[in-house]
């Protein structure tokens, strides 16, 4: 059994991954800005209020999980938004850089005394944020925020590797969530894969880009 806390629970991706650790006998500390009757249902911890784009409810995590160790963090929470060239919104491009990629940064660097030697920390991230795949353009607040949360997770696999921690970086593949509108795989399909990876990978692969598939993915 390990202990995991996971960020963005309160639906989708997050809310699943709660749902098949807590299956699997893992005890399961869910953090959300706003939590919903599916995520208590679940019989987990949850720490609401937790907006991980800003410093101070990251900074009460923290204070809440004093001399809590973890095995395993996932930074799930993330935010979408569609930018064009005639429609920038340079507002909501903020808000996607200090959600989706200072985020994870935020929570895990807060979160350092909580980890030790063998745990593992996930940033779920896109492929989005890959510049080899870019074939379309437009989404520049989610594209960029999430190849910068991709650098982040890299030079933390540099950073954290004498500690014996690992980071891995995962796309969980177009999941049908709200986000999404509905569209893509099921939500449930996609977190087995994410779990099959963090089964799969270890230290020698902290710092790579994988879909949950288990396909490498180009950066």
């Not at 991980?52 to 160790?69: I, N, T, Y």
């Not at 996932?74 to 919104?89: F, P, Q, W």
């Amino acid at each position: 059994m390990a202990r995991v806390l996971i960020t963005g629970t309160n639906r989708g991706i997050g809310l699943e991954l709660c749902r098949q650790l807590k299956a699997r006998g893992d005890e399961v500390i869910a953090t959300c800005r706003q939590s919903s009757p599916e995520l208590e249902g679940l019989g987990v911890t949850v720490h609401t209020g937790i907006d991980v784009g800003e410093d101070a409810p990251v900074e009460k995590l923290a204070r809440a999980l004093e001399g809590v160790k973890l095995e395993l963090l996932i930074n799930n929470a993330g935010i979408g938004s569609e930018e064009t060239l005639d429609d920038l919104g340079f507002d909501r491009i903020r808000r996607q850089f200090e959600v989706n990629a200072l985020g994870p940064l935020r929570v895990t660097a807060a979160l350092l005394g909580n980890l030790q030697r063998g745990s593992t920390v996930a940033i779920i991230t896109s492929l989005m944020g890959s510049l080899a795949d870019n074939g379309s353009g437009e989404s520049y607040g989610y594209r960029m925020s999430k190849a910068a949360v991709n650098m982040a997770g890299v030079s933390m696999a540099h950073d954290l590797r004498e500690r014996g921690i690992t980071v891995l970086l995962l796309h969980p593949g177009m999941v049908a969530t709200e986000m999404t509108e509905g569209q893509g795989i099921p939500v449930e399909e996609s977190v087995r894969g994410l779990i099959g990876r963090l089964e799969a990978l270890g230290q020698s692969s902290s710092g790579t880009f994988w879909h949950a598939n288990g396909k490498p993915l180009e950066w």
